[in-house]
């Protein structure tokens, strides 16, 4: 019952967020870098802040995720990797925790039934020492996010509780497996990118790659 209470808690609390800082925070539909995802009763829209590449440039997201089920859902806002399969040519952003790493819970942001949340998220580009040289180098040619959610809460239903008023929650070995059993992954559409040589700069991408929510 208790564990109840703190879901409808927190799923009120999720739904304080103004209009305004969502429709700032979301994606633009009619940006060609978007890509779509859905599992069942979650969509995730993402847009790319860029679609050319270097190896120290880096790779920002912007991403708004739709909870169409009747339950909160929640995501690891604060964690996102990055890596690059050569054989595919694609780079993979992945965001949220699949598995927790460390002793710590991660920072986790409740999305309420029917409610619809956008982040930004960011990596830098996990490739080193390639050049376009030729039109057969193995290069990042697309690149695909992912995004992991949470969407039974109540056994975290006290940790997210703690969150809120603490810097670090540790999370207990015996909620790894319902944590992994609770996940769900949503594969976005790749995204098609073009990879230079010539080193980017910029001060906006650099501080969206550190991440973070709205």
């Not at 999720?14 to 009619?30: H, P, Q, S, Y």
């Not at 829209?45 to 880096?58: E, F, M, V």
């Not at 039934?113 to 376009?132: I, L």
Request: hydrophobic share 45%; aromatic share 4%; charged share 20%.
């Amino acid at each position: 019952m208790r564990s109840s209470s703190r879901l409808v808690v927190l799923a009120v609390a999720a739904v304080v967020l103004t209009a305004a800082e969502a429709r700032a925070a979301g994606v633009d539909f009619k940006d060609p870098r978007r890509a779509l995802g859905r599992q069942d009763d979650i969509r995730v829209d993402a847009q790319l802040a860029q679609d050319t590449l270097s190896s120290s440039s880096p790779l920002s997201v912007t991403y708004q995720i739709q909870n169409l089920s009747n339950a909160p859902i929640a995501v690891a806002d604060r964690v996102c990797g990055a890596s690059f399969d050569s054989d595919t040519e694609t780079i993979t952003i992945s965001i949220g925790a699949e598995i927790p790493q460390g002793t710590a819970m991660p920072h986790l942001v409740v999305i309420a039934a029917g409610q619809t949340r956008a982040f930004r998220a960011g990596a830098m580009v996990p490739v080193a020492g390639v050049t376009a040289r030729s039109p057969w180098a193995r290069v990042p040619r697309t690149v695909q996010i992912t995004v992991n959610v949470l969407r039974d809460l109540k056994p975290f239903a006290t940790l997210i509780d703690q969150q809120a008023h603490a810097v670090s929650v540790p999370l207990p070995n015996d909620l790894l497996d319902q944590w992994a059993d609770s996940v769900s992954s949503v594969e976005l559409n790749t995204l098609p990118v073009r990879w230079t040589s010539s080193p980017r700069t910029g001060t906006a991408e650099a501080s969206a790659a550190r991440g973070g929510g709205f």
